[in-house]
């Protein structure tokens, strides 16, 4: 790991626009944002807003229409293997067994031997143990998405972006899984960013949640979460955070927050 | 006891062609020297194969078939992955693919015959052709066909343009290339025997030009059925290769 006060993540005045349709479509506008070296963030909007957009420039697949995305010391402008993302989908390769899709994204400077182990306690972590042959075609959605958080865990990314990545799970697994991520987040201290529909796995995870508007989002509010882990979704503490974002979304709505509750 | 009966099915129209056929023969409705019944045709299929006439043609055909096949499906997939990779490649290749690809390929064979001679080149050459054009578009195809979901993966762990095009791209373009392939070889076998028949002085095509020169029926029909029953046997073989390489495409078809 090393060198942890070196990747920090910031965003400087960050627009995106998309031309669409002989129009400009805003989608971000005025993005400041600082996240420090193994922070656990949470992005939550609504859909559209541009959460994915954000994701998409930070590991390099896209570029800001103005200002910058600064990773460390380096200006984003195209993907690095220092940041990691998992996609909304699992997007494996159908043709690779799970065990290859894993070993996949293991750098390829890691000697041979270390490979199988790596993709080994991988596999564990993710409760995959016994599909190491199978074809993602024969596996569950769920177990897809965990082969995917798999593949981009051993590339040992400094910084690994979610992408709704439990969006397609069911409660129970999902519960599961962020159980996982919140041990793996602990025991690497890499910095996560997740974006996320869900508050409660948002309070449940986060260092500090991030609120966006609505199309074109800018930054509406940033909740800090200050609850010791593991976190107690019934705690009083716990509920009070749900009902500021909530409050934050549709406060000036008209709606009544309670009735959410 | 699936597979006994999916086979049962599968040569019972054969079979009872054949019957009616000799039928027919015995009786004297068909003219034997324009259609001989199964029987002769069987007898004079051991008697070729006995004295080694067939195997020989067969022989030669064969090695000129795969001479041009291997030729051509290599070009086919080379120049295949530049079109589909390279889109300045692609607008240039294309218009000359347009222009010579609708050519059938007897209209090439006198053009060939001119240029490289009555011998093995001009034979290879129209293989080569023929199997280039299956096996070059459905390359394109494959290529192209490749999921930019999965090159996003890979550029984001920051694998090489080399790395993305052995383990992403051409991944995703092996099925598309092998049905080429085997469009190719089918071609191939068709275009031997289309030229053997109008310049050439062996192989399977040579064989039935000859007997019908003589007025040998039953040759002739040995030779056709060789040419149908061979070219089944090379489709089964590369099927089975495609089956055993790309298994991971079959999966959802037959639940494995
Ligand atoms: N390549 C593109 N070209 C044009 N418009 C785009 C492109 N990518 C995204 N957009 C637009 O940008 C907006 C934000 O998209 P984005 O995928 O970032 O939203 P999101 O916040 O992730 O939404 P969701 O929660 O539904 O996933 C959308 O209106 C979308 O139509
Ligand atoms: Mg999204």
Not at chain 1, 178 to 200: A, F, G, P, S, Y
Not at chain 2, 190 to 197: G, L, S
């Amino acid at each position: 790991m090393g060198m942890a006060e070196s990747n920090e993540v910031r965003f400087e005045n960050v627009d995106k626009v998309f031309p669409l349709d002989g129009e400009y479509l805003e989608v971000l506008d005025t993005i400041n944002l600082n996240i420090k070296s193994g922070e656990f963030i949470s992005i939550v909007g609504n859909s559209g807003c541009g959460k994915s957009t954000l994701l998409k420039m930070l590991v390099g697949l896209d570029s800001p229409t103005k200002g910058k995305i600064i990773v460390g010391d380096r200006v984003v402008s195209e993907p690095r293997a220092d940041v990691g993302m998992v996609f909304q989908e699992a997007r494996l390769f159908p043709w690779l067994s799970i065990e290859k899709n894993i070993s996949f994204g293991i750098a390829n400077n890691v000697a041979r031997e270390n490979r199988q182990r790596i993709v080994k306690e991988a596999i564990e972590l993710v409760g995959l143990h016994g599909f190491e042959k199978a074809y993602p075609a024969q596996l569950s959605g769920g177990m897809q998405q965990r082969a995917s958080i798999a593949r981009a865990l051993v590339g040992e990314p400094e910084v690994l972006l979610l992408d709704e990545p439990f969006g397609a799970l069911d409660a129970f697994t999902r519960i599961t899984m962020q159980n996982e991520v919140l041990k793996i987040w602990e025991k690497e201290k890499r910095t996560m960013i997740l974006v996320t529909h869900d508050i409660d796995e948002a309070i449940f995870l986060s260092d500090r949640i991030v609120i966006l508007s609505e199309r074109p989002g800018s930054i509406k509010e940033i909740i800090n979460v200050d609850l010791p882990r593991p976190r107690d979704r019934s705690r009083q503490e716990f509920l009070n955070i749900r009902k500021k974002i909530l409050t934050s979304f549709i406060g000036n709505s008209g709606l009544d927050v309670e009735y959410y509750i | 006891m699936n597979r006994v009966k999916s086979f049962m099915f599968k040569v019972i129209a054969p079979l009872l062609l054949i019957v009616v056929w000799q039928i027919f023969g015995t009786f004297g409705v068909l003219n034997e020297h324009i259609l001989p019944p199964p029987t002769k045709v069987i007898s004079t299929f051991v008697q070729l194969f006995k004295s080694g006439k067939l195997v020989d043609n067969l022989f030669i055909s064969l090695i000129r078939v795969f001479r041009g096949f291997i030729l051509g499906a290599l070009a086919g997939v080379v120049i295949g992955i530049f079109m589909g990779l390279s889109r300045p490649i692609n607008k240039i290749l294309s218009s000359l693919v347009s222009i010579f690809r609708p050519i059938p390929m007897i209209a090439w064979i006198p053009i060939l015959i001119l240029g490289l001679g009555i011998g093995e080149e001009s034979k290879v050459a129209v293989i080569f052709i023929g199997t280039l054009w299956p096996v070059l578009l459905n390359t394109i195809s494959g290529i192209l066909s490749v999921d930019t979901k999965l090159i996003e993966v890979s550029r984001v762990l920051e694998k090489s343009k080399i790395e993305m095009l052995i383990k992403v791209i051409m991944p995703s373009a092996w099925p598309a290339i092998f049905t080429g392939l085997r469009l190719g070889i089918s071609t191939a076998w068709t275009c031997v025997v289309a030229a053997e028949m109008i310049a050439a002085s062996s192989g399977i095509g040579y064989m039935i030009m000859y007997a019908r020169e003589l007025s040998q029926p039953d040759v002739v029909l040995v030779g056709v059925f060789t040419i149908g029953f061979v070219g089944l046997l090379i489709d089964a073989i590369i099927g089975a290769l495609q089956k055993k390489a790309l298994g991971w495409s079959y999966i959802n078809k037959n639940g494995r």
